[in-house]
């Protein structure tokens, strides 16, 4: 069974919550990265004392009011599925405190942490604000929500980005990697994918290894999996018909992203 692939699950908190997802450092290769994924009926309620984690809560699907008991951002969110393929409204939470999500419609929310120890301004970061760029040509062509890059300093160690790729495309590609603390040529990031497919029923192919191999685990991920990259380069595939989403949460000693190319592959760059 692999290590690094997670299916959902129907974990219900309550009648009205359900965990899809709960990856910590205690249950996981990961000791930078945390992810979880909560789906609310309207009205339900989510709240988490954070401690000495930082949390970015995304709005994947649905409206939802967010609080952190000194700032409340109400009716958040803006599409009802990824796949609309525009941003959408997120709020970053700092360690030490406590917040609390309120479901207004039918929403699935992203929670993406990492370790924290200094306490920094609750900030919402509207749809508007996310950096939206287009990577690659030919069959390497994907779209890029940046909801907290590493120019963003509203964080201690969080990026956040999201992804869609089309179809018959490849994506986090030439292969590449941040597992070396090696500025300014690397940076050590652990990272996790979360993943959707359009139509669901689909699937896509993700690989992580490491150069020497020590790692080397090719996956078939379905619609709402997650992939867990602690370390070496991860590559995504997608078959033709289906187009892919995923949602990246990086964290590490260094709030940096300077990645590594396979220099097996990397000779592809000259033909985009």
């Given at each position: 069974?692999?290590k690094?692939?997670?299916?959902p699950?129907?974990n ?16 996981s ?7 979880k ?7 339900a ?57 309120v ?51 509203s ?8 992804v ?16 070396q ?40 991920v ?28 990086m ?5 940096i ?16």
């Open positions: 069974m692999s690094l692939l997670r299916k699950t129907s219900r908190t309550t009648e009205s919550v359900t965990v899809v997802h709960d990856v910590s450092t205690s249950n290769p990961l000791e930078y990265v945390g992810f994924v909560v789906d609310l009926v309207p009205g309620t989510y709240s988490e004392a954070l401690q000495k984690k930082e949390c970015c809560i995304v709005a994947l699907t649905g409206k939802i009011n967010v609080t952190d008991h000194e700032q409340t951002f109400n009716n958040i969110g803006t599409r009802e599925s990824v796949f609309e393929k525009k941003p959408t409204d997120s709020v970053y939470v700092s360690n030490n405190r406590r917040f609390e999500v479901a207004v419609s039918k929403a699935r929310v992203a929670f993406c942490y990492s370790l924290s120890d200094k306490s920094l301004p609750t900030k919402l970061i509207k749809a508007a604000d996310n950096g939206v760029e287009n990577r690659g040509r030919n069959n390497n062509k994907r779209l890029v929500h940046n909801i907290l890059p590493d120019s963003d300093p964080a201690n160690s969080l990026l956040v980005v999201e869609f790729t089309e179809s018959g495309n490849w994506s986090s590609y030439p292969p590449h990697k941040h597992d603390d090696n500025l300014p040529v690397e940076s050590l990031l652990e990272e996790s994918y979360y993943h959707e497919m359009n139509p669901p029923q689909g699937f896509i192919f993700q690989r992580v290894y490491t150069d020497d191999r020590s790692l080397d685990e090719t996956m078939t379905e619609n709402g999996d997650v992939v867990l990259v602690p370390e070496g380069y991860h590559p995504v595939g997608v078959p033709e018909g289906y187009e892919s989403y995923y949602l990246n949460v964290a590490g000693p260094k709030r992203w300077k990645f590594h190319n396979d220099p097996d592959h990397e000779w592809i760059l000259a033909n985009e």
